[in-house]
Every structure is written in structure tokens, then in C-alpha cells.
């Protein structure tokens, strides 16, 4: 076998680059598919060009730097699009919610409830208990706004 690894290094090379491409598969992030890449480029260079040990590894150096800065600059010129673009903006995702009042909105201070939490808000007054709608986020308040088609009498606490 080492006679095989020695005299055939070729081998190895794209041996490593298919164990690096499927690792890329169970590794979250993007990053062992360039290695994989400069492997593969080595691999393919020592098939027709006779080289070092040395050279080999120079190779494989040089090409992962080149992989690893191409993939870079392409990510950054190629905007890769999310299913879903607020899905790490939880404060983002409330916009446009409907919440309902736990303490007295004005416009510097109040609390609504979200979900099974609470979050500090602001907005034109509004006593507990009435519904309103998130217009905005601003630094972690929710800025709000009553509802479309409420009157003063909607916006009265239910006994």
C-alpha cells in the first residue's frame, strides 16, 4: 500500500478531495468545498506533471488560498437569496402583528404582549387591554399604531 501512496500520489489527492466535498455535506458553512477544490486541482496536476512531495504541498497551498478567495469574492458579488430573510430578525417578523396592550402605551413608554412574552412599545395612547398593530422596530421597542377601521370605542379595555 505505500508503494501504491508513493507512486501514485495523484490518487490520494482526489481521494481528498471527495472526503473534503462530502464532509462540505455534514459541516454547516462553506468553506471545506474550496479545500476540496484545491485537492481536486492537485490531483489533477499530478497526474500529468511529476511532482515533489515539496510541490505538491506548495500546490495545494497556493490553490487553497486561490479557492478559498475566489469563493469569497463570488459570494460577495452574487447575493445568495434566503427563503425566508427575517428568519434570525425575530423583531423584524413582528411588523405588521397584531398585539394587545399590558400597560399603558404613550408615546415614551407602555409594554404589549407578543406571543407568551412581553415586549416595551410606544405609540399614540392607548389604555391595557386595547389591540393594537406593530408599525415598526426601533432598537428593540415596538413603535405602534392602532389598528385600520378602530374607533375609540373599540380601543377600550374588554371587562
Known sequence: MDDFSISNPEYLWLGLAALLALAELFVPGVFLIWVATAAAVTGILSLFIDLTVAGQLTLFGLSTILAVLGGRRWYLTHEVESENPLLNNRAA???????????????????????????????????????????????????????????????????
Do not use: F, H, N
Open 93 to 159: 417578523q413582528l411588523v405588521g402583528r397584531t398585539v394587545t396592550v399590558v400597560a399603558t402605551i404613550s408615546a415614551t413608554s407602555g409594554r404589549v404582549k407578543v406571543g407568551d412574552g412581553e415586549w416595551p412599545a410606544k405609540g399614540p395612547d392607548m389604555p391595557i387591554g386595547s389591540v393594537a398593530k406593530v408599525a415598526a422596530v426601533e432598537g428593540g421597542v415596538l413603535r405602534l399604531e392602532k389598528p385600520e377601521g378602530s374607533t375609540e370605542v373599540d380601543a377600550q379595555p374588554v371587562s
